[in-house]
């Protein structure tokens, strides 16, 4: 019996596919086929292959399965847990610092090298699986800010962060929202006033999220708008952005973005 491929309008591996493809198409996680995850995400339709896209990413798919396994879900691409990982709920409360810091070691110990006591202490401060501390307690340890991809260390850090922004106005296949930039004053991570700045909600006729209208909110990772997001999704988000920076910035000895920016 052969399987079609069944749209929906929000799914799990959707959800993953719309959140993946910004840094995907920078080059920096992931297999390389961002054209699928964009045309995937575009096209509301979920079949294996998509499945097998977002086991490639090597960086987020242990996210997912331990989140998964901590929460007695079955499967890692289920919506609550890629919500999770990306937006941030209340599965994250679920895994347990142990398993969390035993995952990391597998995952990034190697990578670390001498580093890895300074991730490593992390765990024990508060880390949770979430999206932000992938970026602000990983990247800094593993060479994801070393500048290869062109992008400055504290670029890399704020536009790799999923972040909401409010719309202002929309034109054509852009958009003008405002947000909260990501600043370093020699010491801490904060975030600053809010700005306004353009960002991308379709691609050659291929975008994620349909009929924008000024005063939506939405989730930004990179230049593109990812998704619609709910007052719930919004406040969980800047609840686990600030948990992160706040542990980043008093509750570590060796923060990674002050070892990099400083």
Excluded at 108 to 117: H, I, Q
């Amino acid at each position: 019996m052969t399987t079609e491929p069944s749209r929906v309008t929000a799914s799990g591996p959707l959800m993953f596919a719309r959140y993946a493809y910004p840094p995907n198409e920078r080059g920096y996680c992931g297999p390389a086929d961002s054209r699928a995850l964009l045309e995937y995400g575009a096209a509301g339709v979920v079949d294996p292959g998509l499945a097998d896209l977002a086991r490639g990413f090597s960086g987020a798919w242990p996210y997912l399965q331990l989140i998964a396994a901590a929460s007695g879900i079955a499967e890692p691409l289920d919506h609550r847990v890629v919500e999770a990982y990306w937006i941030g709920n209340e599965l994250l409360d679920s895994v347990d610092v142990t398993h969390l810091g035993n995952a990391l070691r597998d995952r990034f110990g190697a990578a670390a090298g001498a580093s890895w006591p300074h991730l490593a202490a992390a765990v024990p401060a508060g880390a949770r699986p979430h999206h932000s501390f992938h970026v602000f307690g990983i990247y800094p340890w593993v060479g994801m800010l070393r500048g290869e991809h062109g992008d400055h260390p504290l670029q890399v850090l704020d536009r790799c962060r999923i972040r909401e922004g409010r719309v202002v106005a929309v034109h054509g296949d852009s958009v003008v929202v405002r947000s909260r930039r990501l600043l370093f004053d020699g010491r801490r991570l904060h975030l600053g006033p809010e700005v306004e700045e353009t960002a991308v909600a379709r691609v050659d006729g291929y975008g994620f999220v349909a009929d924008l209208a000024p005063d939506d909110w939405v989730a930004l990772h990179w230049d593109w708008v990812c998704d619609r997001i709910t007052t719930r999704q919004r406040r969980n988000l800047e609840r686990h952005t600030r948990h992160h920076l706040d542990m980043t910035n008093e509750h570590l000895s060796h923060p990674g973005p002050q070892a990099v920016l400083g």
